[in-house]
Protein backbone atom coordinates (compact mmCIF):
# COMPACT_ATOMS: atom_id res chain seq x y z
CA UNK A 1 0.00 0.00 0.00
CA UNK A 2 1.17 3.23 -0.90
CA UNK A 3 2.07 5.46 1.42
CA UNK A 4 1.02 9.35 1.30
CA UNK A 5 3.62 12.20 2.87
CA UNK A 6 1.49 14.96 4.01
CA UNK A 7 1.87 18.51 4.60
CA UNK A 8 -0.22 20.84 7.15
CA UNK A 9 -0.73 24.19 6.76
CA UNK A 10 -1.91 26.01 9.30
CA UNK A 11 -1.50 28.38 12.24
CA UNK A 12 -3.28 27.52 14.43
CA UNK A 13 -2.46 25.35 17.32
CA UNK A 14 -5.36 23.59 17.99
CA UNK A 15 -6.07 23.15 14.70
CA UNK A 16 -2.84 21.49 13.48
CA UNK A 17 -3.04 19.05 17.05
CA UNK A 18 -6.04 17.27 15.64
CA UNK A 19 -5.11 17.37 11.90
CA UNK A 20 -1.82 15.30 13.71
CA UNK A 21 -4.21 13.06 15.12
CA UNK A 22 -6.32 12.14 12.40
CA UNK A 23 -3.10 11.26 10.21
CA UNK A 24 -1.86 9.06 12.82
CA UNK A 25 -4.69 7.15 12.76
CA UNK A 26 -4.75 6.56 8.98
CA UNK A 27 -2.13 3.88 7.56
CA UNK A 28 -1.63 5.19 4.20
CA UNK A 29 -1.10 8.92 5.27
CA UNK A 30 3.04 10.14 6.83
CA UNK A 31 3.06 13.69 8.36
CA UNK A 32 6.16 14.91 6.94
CA UNK A 33 5.95 18.46 8.27
CA UNK A 34 3.82 21.25 9.85
CA UNK A 35 4.17 24.82 8.34
CA UNK A 36 2.68 28.10 9.73
CA UNK A 37 2.23 30.09 6.58
CA UNK A 38 2.78 29.44 2.84
CA UNK A 39 5.94 30.79 2.61
CA UNK A 40 7.19 28.45 4.96
CA UNK A 41 5.20 25.71 3.00
CA UNK A 42 6.72 26.71 -0.17
CA UNK A 43 10.41 26.26 1.34
CA UNK A 44 9.19 22.64 2.71
CA UNK A 45 7.93 21.88 -0.62
CA UNK A 46 11.09 22.70 -2.48
CA UNK A 47 12.95 20.75 0.10
CA UNK A 48 10.59 17.76 0.34
CA UNK A 49 8.12 15.36 -1.50
CA UNK A 50 4.95 16.22 -0.81
CA UNK A 51 2.12 14.42 -1.85
CA UNK A 52 -0.92 15.74 0.10
CA UNK A 53 -1.43 19.51 1.40
CA UNK A 54 -4.41 20.17 4.07
CA UNK A 55 -4.55 23.70 3.41
CA UNK A 56 -6.23 26.43 5.75
CA UNK A 57 -7.32 29.49 3.68
CA UNK A 58 -6.92 32.39 6.32
CA UNK A 59 -3.09 32.26 6.76
CA UNK A 60 -0.52 35.51 7.55
CA UNK A 61 1.23 36.72 4.94
CA UNK A 62 -0.50 34.84 1.92
CA UNK A 63 -3.91 33.22 1.75
CA UNK A 64 -4.20 29.95 1.09
CA UNK A 65 -6.19 30.14 -2.26
CA UNK A 66 -3.39 32.43 -3.55
CA UNK A 67 -0.39 30.02 -2.22
CA UNK A 68 -2.15 27.33 -4.76
CA UNK A 69 -1.87 29.64 -7.80
CA UNK A 70 1.96 30.00 -7.11
CA UNK A 71 2.45 26.63 -7.57
CA UNK A 72 3.42 24.64 -10.93
CA UNK A 73 3.00 21.34 -9.17
CA UNK A 74 -0.12 20.60 -7.24
CA UNK A 75 0.01 17.87 -5.02
CA UNK A 76 -3.13 16.48 -3.56
CA UNK A 77 -4.99 19.33 -1.64
CA UNK A 78 -7.20 19.21 0.97
CA UNK A 79 -8.70 22.79 2.29
CA UNK A 80 -9.27 23.09 5.92
CA UNK A 81 -11.31 26.35 6.82
CA UNK A 82 -13.66 27.81 8.90
CA UNK A 83 -15.40 29.60 6.37
CA UNK A 84 -17.85 28.01 3.78
CA UNK A 85 -17.92 30.69 1.36
CA UNK A 86 -14.46 29.71 -0.43
CA UNK A 87 -16.22 26.32 -1.53
CA UNK A 88 -16.50 26.84 -4.95
CA UNK A 89 -13.96 29.06 -5.57
CA UNK A 90 -11.40 26.49 -3.63
CA UNK A 91 -12.59 23.90 -6.76
CA UNK A 92 -11.49 25.57 -9.55
CA UNK A 93 -8.14 24.55 -8.28
CA UNK A 94 -9.09 20.70 -8.22
CA UNK A 95 -8.73 20.18 -4.64
CA UNK A 96 -9.40 16.97 -3.05
CA UNK A 97 -11.95 18.12 -0.58
CA UNK A 98 -13.09 21.27 1.92
CA UNK A 99 -13.04 20.71 5.14
CA UNK A 100 -15.37 23.06 7.22
CA UNK A 101 -14.01 23.47 11.01
CA UNK A 102 -14.53 21.69 13.48
CA UNK A 103 -13.20 18.73 11.75
CA UNK A 104 -14.98 15.34 12.59
CA UNK A 105 -12.60 12.17 12.28
CA UNK A 106 -15.35 10.77 9.77
CA UNK A 107 -15.74 13.52 7.49
CA UNK A 108 -11.31 13.71 7.24
CA UNK A 109 -11.50 10.00 6.10
CA UNK A 110 -14.28 10.70 3.38
CA UNK A 111 -11.81 13.00 1.97
CA UNK A 112 -8.25 11.17 2.66
CA UNK A 113 -10.24 8.36 0.95
CA UNK A 114 -10.58 10.10 -1.94
CA UNK A 115 -6.97 10.51 -2.49
CA UNK A 116 -6.71 6.60 -1.70
CA UNK A 117 -9.48 5.76 -4.01
CA UNK A 118 -8.23 7.75 -6.81
CA UNK A 119 -4.99 6.26 -7.53
CA UNK A 120 -5.87 2.89 -6.90
CA UNK A 121 -5.73 0.95 -10.50
CA UNK A 122 -8.99 -0.22 -12.34
CA UNK A 123 -7.32 -3.89 -11.94
CA UNK A 124 -8.52 -3.69 -8.23
CA UNK A 125 -12.34 -3.92 -9.13
CA UNK A 126 -14.18 -7.22 -7.83
CA UNK A 127 -14.45 -9.32 -10.87
CA UNK A 128 -17.43 -9.34 -12.18
CA UNK A 129 -18.18 -5.99 -11.60
CA UNK A 130 -18.10 -3.72 -14.67
CA UNK A 131 -14.80 -1.83 -15.42
CA UNK A 132 -17.09 0.67 -17.22
CA UNK A 133 -17.82 4.08 -16.12
CA UNK A 134 -20.52 6.24 -17.12
CA UNK A 135 -19.43 9.27 -18.48
CA UNK A 136 -20.31 12.68 -20.38
CA UNK A 137 -17.93 15.21 -22.85
CA UNK A 138 -18.29 18.55 -22.37
CA UNK A 139 -16.78 21.12 -24.43
CA UNK A 140 -14.65 23.70 -22.74
CA UNK A 141 -12.18 26.11 -24.91
CA UNK A 142 -13.00 24.14 -27.67
CA UNK A 143 -11.71 21.04 -25.85
CA UNK A 144 -13.87 18.00 -24.94
CA UNK A 145 -13.51 16.97 -21.64
CA UNK A 146 -14.49 13.51 -19.87
CA UNK A 147 -16.65 13.79 -16.62
CA UNK A 148 -17.56 10.59 -14.64
CA UNK A 149 -21.01 10.36 -13.43
CA UNK A 150 -20.14 9.01 -10.32
CA UNK A 151 -17.35 11.91 -9.66
CA UNK A 152 -20.13 14.43 -9.42
CA UNK A 153 -20.80 16.60 -6.41
CA UNK A 154 -23.25 19.16 -8.03
CA UNK A 155 -23.87 21.53 -11.17
CA UNK A 156 -24.80 24.65 -10.68
CA UNK A 157 -26.88 26.98 -13.67
CA UNK A 158 -25.17 29.91 -14.13
CA UNK A 159 -27.31 31.55 -16.86
CA UNK A 160 -26.05 30.12 -20.05
CA UNK A 161 -23.44 28.32 -18.30
CA UNK A 162 -23.20 25.50 -15.84
CA UNK A 163 -20.52 24.87 -14.10
CA UNK A 164 -19.84 20.97 -13.23
CA UNK A 165 -18.41 20.29 -9.54
CA UNK A 166 -16.82 16.77 -9.25
CA UNK A 167 -13.97 15.45 -6.93
CA UNK A 168 -11.54 15.68 -9.26
CA UNK A 169 -12.47 19.25 -10.82
CA UNK A 170 -14.31 22.03 -11.99
CA UNK A 171 -15.69 22.98 -15.38
CA UNK A 172 -17.88 25.64 -17.00
CA UNK A 173 -19.72 24.21 -19.71
CA UNK A 174 -22.70 24.90 -21.94
CA UNK A 175 -25.14 21.30 -21.19
CA UNK A 176 -27.85 20.83 -23.26
CA UNK A 177 -31.11 19.88 -22.07
CA UNK A 178 -30.14 16.04 -23.20
CA UNK A 179 -26.53 16.47 -20.87
CA UNK A 180 -28.83 17.34 -17.89
CA UNK A 181 -31.17 14.90 -18.53
CA UNK A 182 -28.55 12.24 -18.57
CA UNK A 183 -27.38 13.73 -15.71
CA UNK A 184 -30.95 13.58 -13.55
CA UNK A 185 -31.69 9.98 -15.10
CA UNK A 186 -29.00 8.70 -13.68
CA UNK A 187 -30.56 7.62 -10.54
CA UNK A 188 -28.26 9.48 -8.27
CA UNK A 189 -28.84 13.24 -8.99
CA UNK A 190 -32.03 15.39 -7.98
CA UNK A 191 -32.71 18.72 -8.25
CA UNK A 192 -32.97 20.66 -5.10
CA UNK A 193 -32.92 24.42 -6.51
CA UNK A 194 -33.88 25.79 -9.56
CA UNK A 195 -29.67 26.64 -10.15
CA UNK A 196 -28.37 23.61 -8.09
CA UNK A 197 -28.20 19.41 -9.22
CA UNK A 198 -26.53 17.44 -6.27
CA UNK A 199 -25.42 14.09 -6.55
CA UNK A 200 -27.08 12.15 -3.73
CA UNK A 201 -24.39 10.08 -2.69
CA UNK A 202 -22.17 12.51 -2.09
CA UNK A 203 -24.26 14.91 0.14
CA UNK A 204 -22.43 14.91 3.69
CA UNK A 205 -25.81 16.35 5.79
CA UNK A 206 -28.72 18.32 4.94
CA UNK A 207 -31.53 20.33 6.90
CA UNK A 208 -34.49 21.99 5.69
CA UNK A 209 -33.01 25.06 4.48
CA UNK A 210 -29.99 23.57 2.51
CA UNK A 211 -27.64 20.69 1.93
CA UNK A 212 -24.26 20.38 2.43
CA UNK A 213 -21.85 18.40 -0.22
CA UNK A 214 -17.91 18.17 -0.22
CA UNK A 215 -17.74 21.29 1.87
CA UNK A 216 -20.61 23.10 -0.54
CA UNK A 217 -23.42 24.83 0.87
CA UNK A 218 -26.16 24.53 -1.11
CA UNK A 219 -29.75 26.15 -0.89
CA UNK A 220 -32.78 24.28 -1.38
CA UNK A 221 -35.55 26.02 -3.38
CA UNK A 222 -38.55 26.45 -1.73
CA UNK A 223 -40.69 24.71 -4.19
CA UNK A 224 -38.65 21.79 -4.27
CA UNK A 225 -38.10 21.39 0.15
CA UNK A 226 -40.80 18.76 0.03
CA UNK A 227 -39.78 16.74 -2.68
CA UNK A 228 -36.08 17.00 -1.50
CA UNK A 229 -36.92 15.76 2.32
CA UNK A 230 -39.40 12.97 1.09
CA UNK A 231 -36.40 11.75 -1.20
CA UNK A 232 -33.70 11.98 1.45
CA UNK A 233 -35.97 11.21 4.32
CA UNK A 234 -36.85 7.73 2.43
CA UNK A 235 -32.89 7.12 2.03
CA UNK A 236 -32.38 7.43 6.21
CA UNK A 237 -35.34 4.08 6.40
Excluded: W
Excluded at 103 to 125: D, G, W, Y
Aim: hydrophobic letters at 40%; proline letters at 5%.
Amino acid sequence: MRVYSCLIVEDEPLAVEILQEYIQEIPFLELTAVAPNAVNALQIMQEKSIDVLFLDIHLPLLKGLDFLKTLKQQPHVIITTAYHQYALESYEFNVIDYLLKPIEFSRFLTAVNKIHVKEQPSTTQPIGISTERPFLFCTVNKKRIRIFLDELLCIESQKEYSKIITVSKTILTKLSPAQIETFLSSGNCMRVHRSFIVAIDKIDSYSAMEIEIGGLRIPIGRSYKELVQQALDGLSR
